[in-house]
C-alpha cells in the first residue's frame, strides 16, 4: 500500500486541506493520505500555534464529520495521524519518514506537500534524502504556481505535479487573520 504523508500544522485544518487529501486518495496512485498533524513544525514560529492536542482533535473531528457526511470523494481513505507526537521536537520530516518505514516495514510511503513547501524545500533538514527514497506530490496553487514547479521538476522521476488537482482557494493564514481581527 501507498501512503501519502500530508504534514502540516493545520492550524486550522480546513478544505483547502481536506480537498486536496481527498482528492489525492481519489485520482491517484496513493491508496491513502495521512495528515500528520506537526506538533513542532521547525519552519514556523511558535507562537502562532494553537495547542497541538486541539489541533489534532479538530481535525480527527473534521475528517469523521467529512467521512460521516460521504459528499467528498476519497475522504474514506483519508486519516488524521499523531505519528510526530511522538518522535524528538522539532519535526523534522526526513526523520518522521524514517521512523514511519520502521514502525509500518508493509507500507510504502510518500510525501505530499504544497507549492509553498515546495519553494522553501532548501530549508528543510535532509531534503535531498527525502527526495532521493520517497516520491513527492506538490500541489501547485494555480497556473503560475503549475509552470514554475514542472520547469524545476522536469527529469526528476521522484516527483509528481499534481497539475490536474482542483484548486483549493484557502488558507489558514487567512482564517486565523480573519478570526483574529
Given at each position: 500500500?501507498?501512503?501519502?504523508?500530508?504534514g502540516g500544522s493545520f492550524?486550522?485544518?480546513?478544505?483547502?486541506?481536506?480537498?486536496?487529501?481527498?482528492?489525492?486518495?481519489?485520482?491517484?496512485?496513493?491508496?491513502?493520505?495521512?495528515?500528520?498533524?506537526?506538533?513542532?513544525?521547525?519552519?514556523?514560529?511558535?507562537?502562532?500555534?494553537?495547542?497541538?492536542?486541539?489541533?489534532?482533535?479538530?481535525?480527527?473531528?473534521?475528517?469523521?464529520?467529512?467521512?460521516a457526511d460521504h459528499t467528498?470523494?476519497?475522504?474514506?481513505?483519508?486519516?488524521?495521524?499523531?505519528?510526530?507526537?511522538?518522535?524528538?521536537?522539532?519535526?523534522?520530516?526526513?526523520?518522521?519518514?524514517?521512523?514511519?518505514?520502521?514502525?509500518?516495514?508493509?507500507?510504502?510511503?510518500?510525501?505530499?506537500?504544497?507549492?509553498?513547501?515546495?519553494?522553501?524545500?532548501?530549508?528543510?533538514?535532509?531534503?535531498?534524502?527525502?527526495?532521493?527514497?520517497?516520491?513527492?506530490?506538490?500541489?501547485?496553487?494555480?497556473?503560475?504556481?503549475?509552470?514554475?514547479?514542472?520547469?524545476?521538476?522536469?527529469?526528476?522521476?521522484?516527483?509528481?505535479?499534481?497539475?490536474?488537482?482542483?484548486?483549493?482557494?484557502?488558507?489558514?493564514?487567512?482564517?486565523?487573520?480573519?478570526?483574529?481581527?
Amino acid at each position: 500500500m501507498l501512503v501519502a504523508v500530508y504534514g502540516g500544522s493545520f492550524n486550522p485544518l480546513h478544505y483547502g486541506h481536506t480537498g486536496l487529501a481527498a482528492w489525492v486518495a481519489a485520482h491517484t496512485e496513493i491508496d491513502e493520505v495521512w495528515l500528520m498533524v506537526t506538533p513542532n513544525n521547525p519552519l514556523k514560529a511558535g507562537n502562532i500555534l494553537a495547542d497541538e492536542q486541539q489541533r489534532l482533535q479538530a481535525a480527527q473531528n473534521e475528517i469523521k464529520r467529512l467521512q460521516a457526511d460521504h459528499t467528498l470523494q476519497g475522504i474514506e481513505r483519508v486519516r488524521v495521524c499523531d505519528f510526530e507526537f511522538n518522535l524528538p521536537r522539532p519535526s523534522y520530516t526526513a526523520n518522521t519518514l524514517r521512523e514511519l518505514k520502521k514502525a509500518y516495514p508493509e507500507q510504502r510511503f510518500a510525501l505530499l506537500i504544497g507549492q509553498d513547501n515546495w519553494y522553501i524545500r532548501s530549508q528543510w533538514r535532509e531534503w535531498d534524502y527525502i527526495q532521493a527514497n520517497y516520491p513527492i506530490y506538490v500541489y501547485p496553487r494555480g497556473n503560475e504556481g503549475l509552470d514554475s514547479i514542472k520547469r524545476e521538476t522536469r527529469g526528476i522521476s521522484t516527483i509528481h505535479v499534481l497539475e490536474d488537482a482542483p484548486l483549493f482557494d484557502i488558507s489558514s493564514t487567512e482564517i486565523r487573520n480573519k478570526y483574529n481581527n
